[in-house]
């Protein structure tokens, strides 16, 4: 497993752990910049997000960094807003999918035999539809659309991906010499998943968060593009590239900057995913 | 925001825009003139986004059949013409008894159906059944429920029996395609009498209409047309620039207009739609059984800039439910002009000094979502606040249309002449004005269209005193074409889109 060349000797990881990689550095920076303008946008606004402040369909200049939509508002603070809505929906949906699915992995792991196979298939299921469609299915049978439905929509569909890798990890855990040991020396199993099996998965389950934070913030901008995420006027990025689609060719900055934040922030949670996957689980250090 | 009102400002504005369009029209004819090297029997390819669900204009096909086969395959006793106005087809002649309540019509002689077989006027009367028939989905199938009986006294004359004066008869019966009495399927095939019959019809893709040799009237100036259909803008605005079509029917969007208006090899043609784009509320529930509040809502809406953002510097601002090419036509623009001042006031005697909340249904489509922004932003400066609830085509049809569960939503409407919605207290909109009921009843029992005008006029004026709805502004039309096609309609009442002037030059 670490016999590639380059790979880091196990032996040598308490020095490894301190150095720490690149990818999480540009990563960190790139989601912290992201984090910095949602959290900015709770005080302060270039404009107000729903004035009419400018001509129609302005290029980008000094008043207005990326331009202005149809109706004159600004587009670079409602890029801002939007960055705050990605972040929220983002870590909302993974906080929700976290709680559903290791609470579902970890039952699973510890389940008879016969219930395992049935949580197992029905994860499988649940993977097999595309996050997208569970989440629309979700968003329409709570008749209203909203930042709360959206949340909650792409929390559950995403748990199940979760749930998978949870069992999976936590069965891995469950398998080792020491588990058998605790149990014979009396340990309940709230105890064993406290003390043994979360401490134990969570490097692998934190890289996968931060990949499923990622996914999430491109599920909540695919739910507002087809009008079902948050109603306007919340500056989802996702509708501003609905409301830009009709105006590419004359404006093409209107769709250009709210793909351009989308696809950073997307990109910034992959490298701090990976960066994070080589700085807290040295065993898989190498394998990509 | 805006200088102070002067009442010359619109009405200025008005005549500039007329005359834009007058010059508009003089190179369009212009042009044709000029397409004297047309060739007759060249294919002409129309590209378009409507494309029909079947084939029959009484079994819900949508607008797309009646882009395709009204006038083109199928004619009626009258047709709409372009400028909107009614001019017989297959009646060559009509006769209105004394009282009003009986017409009798005299059909053209030589009339073929594309299967060969001779117009009588049982094809009449077997047309005006299917659209009257309990099952049919026709539009205007309330239109024609005054009909008492259908009388055919020899192959050449139909007698239509009134239980009450209807002075639009002859226009509703523009919406009843004759067709042979003996056709079967006419979902999926068709037998009408007009210029083209049905070619092949590709569904999803295309539906072909040939050159019917055996037309009573005036040869078309094309040896066919092919309707492409296309479910995406953008895709069929590049078929126009790679040169796979050669017209486009109905630009949704003025900003892929560019590249057609800055290339020679393209003529952008701007008519009149009938689409008016309105905020309706529900007339029924507090508050907006209050006319005060309907009022200011009115007035806080900047409706030029609004349509400016929309459509740049095109469509209009009608100030009412009735487009320029309706008879009825009034500019009532001024009456609830926009005046953020005089919308506050409004409101604190309406008893809403500190504003109100409501909830606008929006359609998930282009331009609904941002025109609800746009309100929501002018309701904010008044006090009002506003929820957006995007919602989707159907979801509108059963809440709103069915159910009358809403408080305000924006729609557009298609139909030509439909301002006698407003006389029906039981439309989704919930609008009941006694005099404005009467007044439509009157007008439909007109002797004369003289009389008729002017009772529509007095409603429509009504109406928009009481601002029963917040119309915010007419739709343009605009058609793209190669710049060696001419001949084609401007104009897109009902969507409908004569084939049979159209010229193509070269090969």
Known sequence: MNGTAGSMPQTEGKMTRRTIPLSLIVGGVIVGLHLLAGLLTLFWTPYDPTAMVGGRLAGPSLAHWAGTDRLGRDLFTQILIGARIAIEVGSGAVAIG???????????????????????????????????????????????????????????????????????????VLSMDYIVAARVAGSSWPSIVVVHVLPNIWPTLIVNLALQFGLAAMAESSLSYLGLGAPPPNASWGRLLQEAQGTVYTAPFGAIAPGIALVTLVIGVNLLADGLRAFADPTRRGRR | MRRSHSPLTSPTRGVTVSVVRLVALMTASLTSAQAAD???????????????????????????????????VYEALFRLSDSGAVEPVLAKDYKVSEDGLTYTFTLQPGVKFHSGEPLTARDVKYSIERVTAPDSKSSRKNSLKGIASIETPDDATVVIKLSARSISL????????????????????????????????????????????????????????????????????????????????????????????????????????????????????????????RKALARAIDKKKLLNAIWGDRGLVIGSFVPPTDPWYVDLTKVDDYNVESAKALLA???????????????????????????????????????????????????????????????????????????????????????????????????????????????????????????????????????????????????????????????
């Open chain 1, 98 to 172: 976290a709680a559903i699915g290791v609470t579902l992995g970890i039952l699973a792991a510890f389940a008879t035999r016969t219930l395992d196979d049935v949580f197992a298939a029905a994860f499988d299921i649940l993977i097999a539809f595309p996050t997208l469609l569970v989440a629309m299915l979700i968003v329409a049978a709570s008749q209203t659309a909203s930042l709360f439905t959206a949340v909650l929509a792409i929390g559950i569909a995403g748990s199940a991906i979760i749930a998978r890798l949870t069992r999976i990890l936590a069965k891995r």
């Open chain 2, 38 to 72: 047309a060739d007759p029997n060249a294919s002409v390819s129309i590209g378009s986004l409507y494309e029909p669900q079947n084939l029959d204009n009484t079994a819900g096909a949508g607008q797309g059949i009646n882009e395709a086969f009204n006038g083109n």
């Open chain 2, 170 to 293: 002859p226009y509703n019966l523009s919406y009843v395609w004759i067709v042979n009495d003996a056709a079967k399927d006419l979902k999926s095939s068709e037998d009408g009498t007009g210029p083209y019959k049905l070619g092949d019809w590709r569904r999803g893709s295309s539906l072909s209409l040939a050159r019917f040799d055996g037309y009573w009237g005036s040869k078309p100036a094309n040896g066919g047309v092919t309707f492409r259909y296309f479910t995406d803008a953008t895709a069929l605005n590049n078929a126009l620039l790679t040169g796979a079509v050669d017209i486009i029917t109905s630009v949704q969007s003025p900003d892929s207009l560019k590249q057609f208006q800055t290339n020679k090899s393209f003529t952008v043609a701007e008519g009149q739609s009938t689409t008016k784009l309105l905020l309706a509320y529900n007339d029924r529930v507090a508050p907006f059984d209050n006319v005060k509040v």
């Open chain 2, 349 to 507: 005697e309406a008893g809403f000094k500190d504003g109100f909340t409501f909830t606008i249904d929006t359609p998930n489509y282009d331009p609904h979502p941002l025109v609800a922004q746009f309100l929501q932003t002018e309701y904010a400066k008044i006090g009002v606040k506003v929820n957006i609830n995007i919602i989707t085509a159907n979801e509108w049809y059963s809440k709103v249309y069915k159910a009358h569960d809403f408080q305000a939503t924006l729609q557009e409407h298609v139909n030509h002449r439909d301002i006698v919605f407003y006389g029906n207290p039981d439309f989704y909109w919930g609008y009941n004005n006694p005099k404005v009921v009467d007044l439509v009843k009157a007008a439909e029992a007109s002797t004369t269209t003289d009389e008729q005008t002017a009772r529509l006029k007095e409603a429509n004026t009504l109406i928009a005193e009481d601002a029963a709805s917040n119309w915010l502004y007419l739709y343009p039309q605009i058609v793209v074409s190669k710049a060696s096609v001419t001949g084609y309609p401007v104009n897109g009442l009902n969507s409908q889109f004569f084939a049979s002037g159209i010229r193509k030059a070269g090969k």
